[in-house]
């Protein structure tokens, strides 16, 4: 799994049975940032499920972060934005795994 420390820098932890539950700062274009509760954990399961860094993933993100309680934009600009940032954070967290399991 991928855990950001608070200065932002990446580190790869790969134990999917871990027992705790992260929390993350997303930062959008536009500086507004905001923490999500689990997001490493679904990024992790959604790896180990096989999926694919696509529309159909980023959903099934957005998905499983409203069902953990965490606040998702309800304008369509706004979650087009924020579908577009965990996108890119899955990617991220997809080469995190590549890197650590060639």
């Given at each position: 799994m991928s855990i950001y420390n608070v200065t932002g820098t990446l580190h790869c932890v790969c134990d999917p049975d871990a027992q705790t539950?992260?929390?993350r700062s997303l930062k959008?274009?536009?500086g507004?940032?905001?923490?999500?509760?689990g997001l490493t954990e679904i990024l992790t399961e959604l790896f180990f499920e096989g999926r694919q860094p696509n529309k159909e993933t980023?959903?099934?993100i957005i998905k499983r972060l409203e069902a953990k309680?965490?606040?998702v934009p309800s304008s369509e600009s706004v979650r087009?934005?924020?579908a577009h940032l965990l996108l890119k954070k899955y990617q991220e967290h997809i080469e995190c795994q590549a890197d650590r399991n060639p």
């Amino acid at each position: 799994m991928s855990i950001y420390n608070v200065t932002g820098t990446l580190h790869c932890v790969c134990d999917p049975d871990a027992q705790t539950v992260s929390r993350r700062s997303l930062k959008f274009a536009d500086g507004i940032q905001v923490v999500v509760t689990g997001l490493t954990e679904i990024l992790t399961e959604l790896f180990f499920e096989g999926r694919q860094p696509n529309k159909e993933t980023t959903e099934e993100i957005i998905k499983r972060l409203e069902a953990k309680k965490n606040y998702v934009p309800s304008s369509e600009s706004v979650r087009r934005e924020y579908a577009h940032l965990l996108l890119k954070k899955y990617q991220e967290h997809i080469e995190c795994q590549a890197d650590r399991n060639p």
